[in-house]
Antibody
Framework: EVQLVESGGGLVQPGGSLRLSCAASGFTFSSYWMSWVRQAPGKGLEWVANIKQDGSEKYYVDSVKGRFTISRDNAKNSLYLQMNSLRAEDTAVYYC??????????????WGQGTLVTVSS | EIVLTQSPATLSLSPGERATLSCRASQSVSSYLAWYQQKPGQAPRLLIYDASNRATGIPARFSGSGSGTDFTLTISSLEPEDFAVYYCQQRSNWWMYTFGQGTKLEIK
């Protein structure tokens, strides 16, 4: 059974840092692109970043470029999101999601339950 | 950047009725569009990919159609567990994903 379990969320002051983790199991982690997707309270979904199987390619939404860093450790079956210079607008539930090539392109076929990040003084 | 616009924002129907949700793209995405369902307090779940293919385990009452810029998610006969928020999603620039703003399907 595919499982994605996020951790590391919490309350942080504006300008602070936080590192999120996602533990993957039930599939060959090193064979998949992985993403972080967030959802602000009461709002829709926003893709944040993704990373290639070997970590050689990483992409970010413009609003987090230069502040967030996605990484992975295939030996530990883990995905990470280092978040620096946090702002109030980064407050959201952060989901770890598996990118799978289904049909023509990639989609998110498995999601974790999310971890809440609150940026507030 | 391709923008996805979903309509209506809220749809009020009764169990047993047919639901039709729309997603319009600002430019063609061919058939590369997905639909997700999200219930309160839960993660999204993939329902449909490539516009019309049901994901694993998704009931046959869910169907998707469309290509180019106009897409539709249809639920043929609503079950109580189908009341949720639905999002469309596409992948542009081959690495960037965008979502529609969502349609809330509520019990009338």
């Amino acid at each position: 059974e595919v499982q994605l379990v996020e951790s590391g969320g919490g309350l942080v002051q504006p300008g602070g840092s936080l590192r999120l983790s996602c533990a993957a199991s039930g599939f060959t982690f090193s064979s998949y692109w992985m993403s972080w997707v967030r959802q602000a309270p009461g709002k829709g979904l926003e893709w944040v970043a993704n990373i290639k199987q070997d970590g050689s390619e990483k992409y970010y939404v413009d609003s987090v470029k230069g502040r967030f860093t996605i990484s992975r450790d295939n030996a530990k079956n883990s995905l990470y999101l280092q978040m620096n210079s946090l702002r109030a607008e980064d407050t959201a539930v952060y989901y770890c999601a598996r990118d799978s090539q289904l049909g023509g392109v990639y989609y998110f076929d498995y999601w974790g339950q999310g971890t809440l990040v609150t940026v507030s003084s | 950047e391709i923008v996805l616009t979903q309509s209506p924002a809220t749809l009020s129907l009764s169990p047993g009725e047919r639901a039709t949700l729309s997603c319009r793209a600002s430019q063609s995405v061919s058939s590369y569009l997905a639909w997700y369902q999200q219930k309160p307090g839960q993660a999204p779940r993939l329902l449909i990919y490539d516009a019309s293919n049901r994901a694993t385990g998704i009931p046959a009452r869910f169907s998707g159609s469309g290509s180019g810029t106009d897409f539709t998610l249809t639920i043929s006969s609503l079950e109580p567990e189908d009341f949720a928020v639905y999002y469309c999603q596409q992948r542009s620039n081959w690495w960037m994903y965008t979502f529609g703003q969502g349609t809330k399907l509520e019990i009338k």
